[in-house]
Structure formats: C-alpha cells, structure tokens
C-alpha cells in the first residue's frame, strides 16, 4: 500500500504536468488572442471575433487558476469581464481599448514565460488590472426627446 510520501509525489507530479500542459496550451492562446485583437482593430464591430475573443480570456483564466498562476488567471478575468461588457454593448471597441488588450496580452505573455523559468515569485498586476478598469464604458443617458443616446464615463 502507497505510504503518505508516495502520494505526495504522485499529486506533485500531476500538478507539475498540468502545470507544463497548460504552458504549452498558453503559447497557442496567446498566438490566437493576437491575431483576433489584430484582426478586431480592422473590424471593431466584428461579433464573432468578440464571441471569439472572449471565448480565448475565458480559457486562460480558467486553465491558468487550474494550474495556479493566480496573477495570469487574474489578468484573464480582467479582459473577459471588458469583453463581457462589449457582448452586452456597455462598452465599444475603440482604439484605446484595443491597445489596453495588448497590454494585457503582453502581461499574459511575460507571465508565461516567468512561469516557464519555474519564478514563481509574485508579480505586481495591479497596473494593468486598473487599465482594464479604466476603459470608458458607454452609458445610455436619456435626452429631452425621450430617445436615448451613448456617451462614455
């Protein structure tokens, strides 16, 4: 019978290979989420490349926290919620919002390749978690007519 020992290394083992699965599958995200951004910015109003894109943040945010990387799961739950809005027309694609993405993207990036060097010291977000929080959002405010128009925070 398997002592306390060997089940520890087992579980170990099996974290360590989810963990190099996952960085594997982030290299392919990462390439995804850069071409629909790029290909977002020629087309803003493109719904499926949103659908698409939101689709991508929301599996690295998931496998990311399945694999323990906290700050690249959180990074994903700051562009999905920005997507999210965008499915729900509570914010537009702009260019500044696009760049934010970028920059997110580029967090997600450095990120993995931390984790590939096996650092797992921590590593201050919070400067790109605030530009997620910073992208205007469009408001719908209501006029004398009674018609309704858009205009940003």
């Not at 520890?8 to 974290?15: A, H, L, N, T, Y």
């Given at each position: 019978m398997p002592d306390e020992?060997?089940?520890?290394?087992?579980?170990?083992?099996?974290?360590?290979?989810?963990?190099?699965?996952?960085?594997e599958e982030a290299l392919d995200l990462l390439a995804q989420l850069n071409l629909n951004l790029i290909?977002?910015?020629?087309?803003?109003?493109?719904?499926?490349?949103?659908?698409?894109?939101?689709?991508?943040?929301?599996?690295?945010?998931?496998?990311?926290?399945?694999?323990?990387?906290?700050?690249?799961?959180?990074?994903?739950?700051?562009?999905?919620?920005?997507?999210?809005?965008?499915?729900?027309g509570i914010r537009k694609v702009t260019p500044p919002l696009i760049q934010v993405m970028f920059n997110g993207l580029d967090a997600l990036a450095s990120l993995r390749e931390k984790a590939v060097a096996k650092d797992r010291s921590a590593q201050d977000i919070s400067g790109i978690l605030e530009q997620f929080d910073h992208i205007p959002k469009e408001t719908p405010v209501q006029v004398e007519s009674g018609s309704f128009e858009s205009e940003g925070d």
């Open positions: 020992k060997d089940i520890q290394d087992f579980d170990s083992e099996i974290v360590s290979q989810m963990l190099q699965d996952f960085l290909q977002l910015k020629e087309k803003p109003d493109d719904q499926g490349r949103i659908e698409q894109i939101f689709r991508l943040v929301h599996t690295m945010k998931g496998s990311a926290a399945f694999a323990g990387l906290n700050e690249m799961s959180e990074i994903g739950l700051g562009m999905e919620k920005v997507f999210g809005d965008i499915r729900k």
